[in-house]
């Protein structure tokens, strides 16, 4: 018979995984493979067949997607032409970006980690190292027009 006086409280580290999109993409893709055993899958990677079912449908919805690759633009140096005075372009003001944590080290000059494009107009896009690749993308994609 139990012995309900006693109260036992097992303690320990809660062993909840955060996988990647990369390691769910793998995962996935191993899964759809066409001798693949959907189970034997789950199993062999530590994931329930309900996560591995979730993380399926999102492939199929798009929801889990690869990042996509960054983009270069080709970028010439020229010599500022002569006479020419450079026409101001107005960029909207960009939001406030939360400033790094007080543990992160400060730039060592003002200019550091910034990037400045001279256009053949003569107009300068300065862009920091903290920018969204996805807003410099559509600003340079929308100059290039």
Avoid: Y
Avoid at 67 to 92: K, L, Q, S
């Amino acid at each position: 018979m139990p012995d309900w006086s006693r109260v036992e409280i097992v303690t320990g580290r809660e062993r909840r995984r955060r996988w990647s999109d990369a390691e769910k993409l793998r995962i996935v893709a191993e899964a759809e493979e066409p001798e693949a055993c959907f189970s034997h899958v789950a199993r062999r990677n530590e994931v329930s067949r309900g996560l591995l079912w979730n993380w399926r449908a999102q492939v199929r919805r798009g929801e889990l997607r690869p990042e996509p690759p960054a983009v270069f633009v080709p970028v010439r140096v020229m010599d500022a032409p002569t006479g020419a005075t450079p026409a101001p372009v107005a960029f909207a003001p960009a939001p406030p970006v939360p400033r790094e944590p007080p543990h992160a080290p400060e730039p060592r000059h003002p200019g550091a980690g910034l990037i400045e494009v001279e256009l053949p107009d003569g107009s300068k896009l300065r862009v920091g190292a903290d920018v969204n690749l996805a807003a410099l993308r559509r600003v340079v994609s929308a100059l290039r027009r």
